[in-house]
């Protein structure tokens, strides 16, 4: 049995329990009314794609944030779990974890299995019916299309307006050579290259033709000859997963024969059957 506990699994009444986290991100609270330092907030993320938020108070800083990077794993023992923030939570957990004297924190080993990164982001048709909604903070994915001038505001705040569009598409295809067979996933770019056309307009054919088969565009993968450079992670190794990123793909054409070519290629047959 492990000795560690799954961050789901943390109560009020844990605080002899042991976790073992990575570190995802670490930001200062700060009072933008009189620019003064709240605390800290430290993202913890555990292999079960579980995350919580740890709050370091001031007084707590030199002893505890000197031990903690991100993106790094440690083991924590005796904790304790206190109610979370009830407004702008970067996790939407009604606990969060604070450290106190006894709390013990060590480096471990990082063998791949805990994510490195957790958000819970929202589609961006939804992102319109949040607005007004204080309780959390919105995670979004995007590409920049364009970005404003850095304004400064009140109380020394500031402000960059930046235009995002929604191109988070995911294919997942399976691949086969001479020798055997895996599972790619191809992400935006990499995703249209294979297909030769945009997804968003793809996926805007299906929703309104109510396309009941597969389009022609992705049938057409099928037989399709390709290289593939691929990303392997330690988790992939670790446990065993063969779902593989794509980094970069290019298609394998056989180069076309020309007239020289084919005339070169009928004179040798000639000789040969001459000879």
């Known amino acids: 049995m492990s000795p560690y506990s799954m961050l789901s699994a943390l109560s009020q009444q844990s605080d002899n329990k042991k976790i073992l986290v990575r570190v995802g991100r670490i930001w200062e609270a700060v009072n933008r009314k009189n620019n003064t330092l709240l605390h800290t907030n430290v993202i913890l993320l555990d292999e079960k794609d579980d995350h919580i938020l740890a709050i ?6 030199d002893a ?47 063998t791949g299995s805990i ?36 304004e400064k505001r009140s109380h020394d705040a500031q402000k960059m307006d930046v235009v995002l569009i929604d191109t988070s598409y995911r294919v997942v295809i399976r691949i086969e050579d001479g020798t055997g067979s895996t599972t790619l996933t191809l992400f935006n770019k990499e995703a249209e290259q ?53 980094t970069r793909v290019s298609e394998f054409t056989l180069p076309p024969i020309t007239n020289d070519a084919a005339d070169s290629s009928e004179g040798s047959n000639k000789k040969q059957r001459t000879a």
Not at 83 to 108: A, W
Not at 212 to 225: D, Q, R, S, V, Y
């Open 115 to 150: 994510p490195r990164y957790k958000f819970e982001l929202q589609p961006f048709h939804r992102v319109k019916d949040l607005v007004g909604d204080t309780k959390c903070l919105i995670d979004v994915i995007g590409m920049v299309m364009s970005y404003g001038q850095l």
């Open 56 to 61: 370091v108070r001031n007084n707590q800083r």
């Open 194 to 246: 294979i297909i030769g056309a945009p997804l968003n307009t793809l996926l805007k054919e299906i929703e309104k033709e109510k396309l009941a088969e597969i389009p022609p565009a992705l049938k057409n993968l099928i037989g399709k000859k390709c290289a593939f450079q691929i990303k392997i992670t330690p988790y992939n190794i670790e446990k065993g997963c063969e779902e593989y990123t794509v």
């Open 64 to 110: 505890f944030l000197p031990m903690l990077k991100e993106n790094e794993v440690y083991s924590i023992s005796n904790l304790k779990l206190v109610p979370g923030p009830k407004l702008y939570r970067s996790v939407d957990r009604d606990l969060s974890v604070n450290f106190f004297y006894k709390t013990k924190i060590e480096e471990h080993q990082d």
